[in-house]
């Protein structure tokens, strides 16, 4: 122990242990020389032992009131002195100081055990209520077989005991030295099944072979207590099991039911495959283990800026955590699996005074446990934080690993997700291609017999020209054919994207020149439209006017939102940073998430490719309407998904298609009554002229059927 530290802590177990060796190495060496010095040495040890054990019970935890210090070291030491005296006296042998020598030794250490069980429970950390209790009932079981041992070497009624206190001691100085050798009371869930399994094993064979030996006594005894031993090893295995969930139930209920949780959490991810579904399962499963009073769930999003809230149960978390604000987190969550922020707050060492400072942004949450979600590629992808504030230090550092376990269990639901989503993404495709082919032919061709037909009958009959409500019937058909017809139409252009005619384009000049034509087509004068454009600007290579029917249905579905009174905010800006591996084409989901921080130095995720510049441009359609909810929003970019009365649900999916097919992305951010941005991120024209298609395009383009003329 003194080899670990050198703290008072420690040179009291050293004094207790070592006490506790000359009591039984003195009565030893008194039976084998029958000396009475050795005696008298067992006497003076006997009254040393309760005094480093009330010592060493009051530093294990101490009180909790500093200011009231307990009394009991002091009556310990007011009594000791005369009960020294006593044993050193020549009326040390008299009945009357056995007497007073017992009561002395059983009283003061059933004090020091039950004010150690005492401040235990008075402690606001449920990590060390539960080792407290655990060293409680072991310390009992040691002294009571302990005194019964002093009773039977001082001449008591009962003599010549089987020297049970001497095992239970041991095992008690193991316990305690666990507990003192690591930082905080040491976490003896594991070690305590299998140690008072195995206790309880070895007294069942020593007892067999005792009776056999002691009572019998013949050769044959050894081989009945043989096959008595195999009974009880072959017993032993089924039961140990039992046994440990038992002692873990009683002693460490906390940690059980935890356990016990995560397990089942773990065993309900394993066949999640959508996002939605994994954020419900774990906030319920951390609810009903009853050890999280709160628990949020961070996302991050496509462009790698930051984490978004998408689940949360307790206190009311931060929306979105910027990976600026929280860089040194997300750095240390790169090199380990969990951070608790309380701990940290705690110790407030000199290297954590950046961790501490980005710790604030968790709001409410800033002293929880924070677990890091990694995807396949060990890149960040999300956060969790979970927290009880009911106690003080909830989670204990094996609490915490298997915290750790479901973290990675969400990465995999995580990675899970993102293939099941391409697969879906696929089957849609090719069934719009299948689609597209039989509407080509279905409809186009009906519609536009109809339309010939409404417009002859118009030109034909003489009886529509004097009849205006004729005239309104067939103004109503040519307007719905026609509509008809633009739906039909913008289905085939979703179902069988092409690149059109990519140009360098000056992005700048594109947008003013979309607000002009959009200017002249609206009627309303209370929208206001402003544009803050970055000059310069690296040109783009994409078709113009693919370009200009995005910008345009990203802007009508700003004003329609807000019902005609607002402000739309139209921005262009660059961005140069690290080439990351989506550079090469935005391969869906997993594109998007690998790219970096705006701006960052040191890159928060981990990669496998040289980095190298590249500079993107970003245009951005701000709002100041109702926003969207978290709900709408996960279903924006899926074909005929619509909140409009007349929508065709195209708009937003042809718009993320044309972008994708430039080698860009698309991504939207939106608070409940703070608006919505739409923000279109593509790769410079130098940049796009080698990049290749993203495979997801050309899979479409080929199972897309071609549009008829």
Request: charged share 20%.
């Amino acid at each position: 122990m003194l080899l670990r530290g050198r703290r008072a802590v420690h040179w009291l177990f050293a004094a207790f242990a070592t006490d506790v060796a000359f009591w039984y190495g003195s009565q030893s060496l008194a039976d084998l020389f029958k000396d009475s010095a050795w005696v008298r040495v067992t006497a003076v040890v006997t009254v040393l032992l309760p005094q480093f054990a009330v010592h060493l019970f009051e530093s294990i935890v101490p009180p909790a009131d500093k200011e009231r210090p307990s009394r009991l070291p002091r009556v310990a030491t007011i009594v000791g002195v005369p009960m020294l005296a006593l044993e050193l006296s020549p009326y040390n042998d008299t009945s009357v100081s056995l007497g007073l020598a017992y009561v002395y030794v059983f009283g003061l250490l059933a004090a020091a055990l039950i004010s150690l069980a005492r401040r235990g429970q008075q402690n606001p950390s449920r990590a060390v209520r539960d080792r407290v209790r655990f060293l409680f009932v072991v310390g009992v079981l040691a002294t009571t077989f302990t005194l019964a041992d002093f009773v039977s070497f001082l001449g008591g009624p009962v003599r010549h005991l089987p020297p049970i206190g001497a095992v239970l001691a041991t095992v008690f100085l193991f316990v305690l030295a666990e507990s003192l050798t690591r930082p905080r009371l040491a976490d003896l869930y594991d070690m305590a099944g299998r140690l008072l399994v195995s206790t309880a094993l070895a007294f069942c064979l020593a007892g067999i072979f005792y009776v056999f030996v002691k009572y019998v006594g013949r050769f044959n005894t050894y081989l009945n207590a043989v096959l008595a031993a195999i009974v009880i090893l072959v017993l032993f295995e089924p039961l140990q099991t039992e046994v440990e969930t038992r002692i873990h139930r009683f002693f460490f209920r906390e940690r059980y039911d935890l356990e016990t949780a995560v397990t089942e959490l773990r065993r309900h991810l394993s066949h999640v495959l959508e996002i939605d579904e994994m954020v419900e399962t774990l906030l319920g499963g951390l609810e009903r283990s009853h050890r999280a009073t709160s628990v949020a769930i961070f996302l991050r999003d496509q462009d790698g800026d930051g984490f978004d809230l998408v689940g949360s149960i307790g206190v009311s978390p931060p929306l979105r955590l910027e990976a600026l604000a929280t860089r040194p987190l997300l750095e240390r969550l790169g090199t380990q699996p969990a951070i608790s922020l309380e701990e940290v707050a705690r110790e407030r060492k000199d290297t954590d005074t950046a961790l501490l400072a980005s710790s604030t942004a968790l709001g409410p949450l800033q002293g929880s446990v924070l677990l890091g979600v990694k995807a396949d590629d060990e890149e960040l992808v999300g956060l969790i934080c979970v927290a009880d504030d009911r106690v003080r230090d909830a989670f204990t550092p094996e609490e915490v690993t298997l915290l750790e376990t479901v973290a990675s269990q969400i990465g995999v639901a995580i990675a899970n997700s993102r293939v099941y989503s391409r697969m879906k993404e696929r089957d849609r495709l090719a069934a719009l291609g299948a689609m597209a082919a039989g509407l080509a032919h279905e409809v186009k061709n009906p519609l536009g017999a109809i339309k010939g037909a409404a417009q002859l009958l118009e030109e034909l009959d003489g009886a529509v020209q004097h009849d205006p409500s004729s005239r309104d019937f067939i103004g109503i058909i040519l307007e719905e054919v026609n509509r008809l017809d633009r739906v039909v139409g913008s289905f085939l252009d979703y179902a069988r994207p092409h690149a059109g005619n990519p140009i360098p384009l000056d992005i700048n000049a594109a947008v003013r020149r979309t607000t002009q034509i959009l200017a002249s087509q609206r009627t309303d004068d209370e929208v206001d439209v402003k544009l803050e454009l970055t000059e310069p600007l690296t040109r783009v290579k994409i078709d113009p006017e693919q370009f200009r029917q995005v910008l345009i249905n990203l802007m009508q579905n700003a004003i329609q939102a807000m019902d005609g009174r607002g402000r739309v905010t139209v921005s262009t800006s660059l961005r140069r940073l690290a080439r990351a591996p989506w550079a090469s084409g935005p391969q869906g989901e997993r594109g998007a998430a690998q790219r970096n921080d705006s701006g960052s130095s040191s890159s928060l995720a981990r990669r496998s490719q040289p980095e190298e510049a590249v500079e993107l441009v970003e245009i951005s359609v701000k709002d100041t309407g109702p926003g969207i909810s978290q709900k709408v929003k996960n279903y924006l970019f899926i074909p005929f998904f619509t909140t409009k009365e007349k929508g065709t649900g195209l708009g937003l999916a042809i718009s993320q298609s044309i972008v994708q097919s430039a080698g860009g992305t698309i991504d939207v951010q939106s608070q409940a009554g703070a608006g919505t941005t739409f923000t279109i991120v593509l790769p410079s024209a130098v940049d796009t002229l080698s990049t290749p298609a993203p495979a997801e395009v050309l899979a479409r383009e080929s199972v897309a059927p071609s549009r008829p003329a």
